[in-house]
């Protein structure tokens, strides 16, 4: 049975992605499995057979490729399935997902197709962007805690996107430290959309004030052009809370990462700068480091609110706790 978007990510079956393994490293329904009905090379050779010789010569070989292995994808099949059901994708809803369906139809399996396959859900995915979303920014220095505070505010029932989670990166040039491997852009946007998804209704809507980058994951146009008319909560914080903070988020990595990714600033920093913090760095004195480099970031940050047109609100968050800060946020856009 082939369903719409909307009901087959209600539905809660497990999820599976039948399409070849370098399809779904790019980009998949988040949440989904990779069952590969071919392998990367094989879809290569059905696609060039194909456009050789026509459908029903590729359907030959595919189904040549397969066959030694429909015992194998059928135990899988039902490894994977819960309470006798699944729900399946391929690329458009075609060949390859049915396929699998009739398999697993034939050990049992109850199978729910989407219709129109992982490109219906991509069209979906870039729609939600378009959609308005009442979105509150939540910004502030380097170094003064944004993410935490967002944390905290999800933890109370807010509404609440972690931009920077989806992205694998903290925004800055040192922001992948730690972190894993970023995800494309694609898969980014998918796991966005899913996200507004969970909170659709609610408000509002709060993001950090990210750049229209984060890391290498772009923020989809529809969502930053709301982004830049939404207003802004400025966080403000002592210079020795926020070093403290970062020192607390940084101390552990590596300090090869952390003369990397200072060098990459350089141009930013200048070279009497830049000298200050490397030598910091490598001596230990990592406050010394993060009071050098967030001057560049204080003056670039400055001149950003100097640009912006919306309605920007400063909330003092000197001497108080995370917790106390997500709860001043609350009660500021209760009122």
Known sequence: MSIAVNAFLANPAPLLDVRSPG??????????????????????????????EGS????????????????????????????????????????????????AKTVGIDVHLLAGGYKSFRNWALAQFELSWPICLLGGGTGSGKTAVLQALAKRGAAVVDLEKLANHRGSSFGGLGLPKQPSVEHFENCLAIELRGINGMAPLWLEAESAQVG?????????????????????????????????????????????????????????????????????????ACAEILDYYDRSYTSELARRQSSIERLDGGGKSIENIAELLMELRAA
Not at 27 to 35: M, S
Not at 95 to 103: H, K
């Open 216 to 288: 290498r994951c772009r923020i989809p146009n529809g969502i930053w052009r709301q982004m830049q008319l939404a207003p802004l909560v400025v966080l403000e914080r002592p210079m020795e809370e926020r070093i403290a903070m970062l020192v607390e988020v940084y101390g552990t990595q590596c300090p090869k990462g952390l003369i990397e990714a200072t060098q990459r600033l350089s141009r930013k920093l200048g070279p009497q700068r830049t000298a200050t913090a490397l030598s910091s760095i490598r001596s230990g004195d990592l406050s010394r």
């Open 56 to 103: 029903k010569a590729a359907v030959k070989l595919g189904l040549e490729l397969v066959a030694p292995r429909l015992l194998e994808l059928a135990n899988q099949l039902e490894a994977e399935a819960e309470k006798g059901q699944l729900r399946l994708y391929c690329w458009r809803g075609g060949m390859r997902s049915s396929s699998v369906a009739w398999l």
């Open 23 to 52: 399809e779904y490293e790019q980009a998949h329904v988040p949440g989904a499995k990779n069952l590969p009905l071919f392998s990367n090379e094989e879809r290569v050779a059905v696609g060039s057979c194909f456009k050789r």
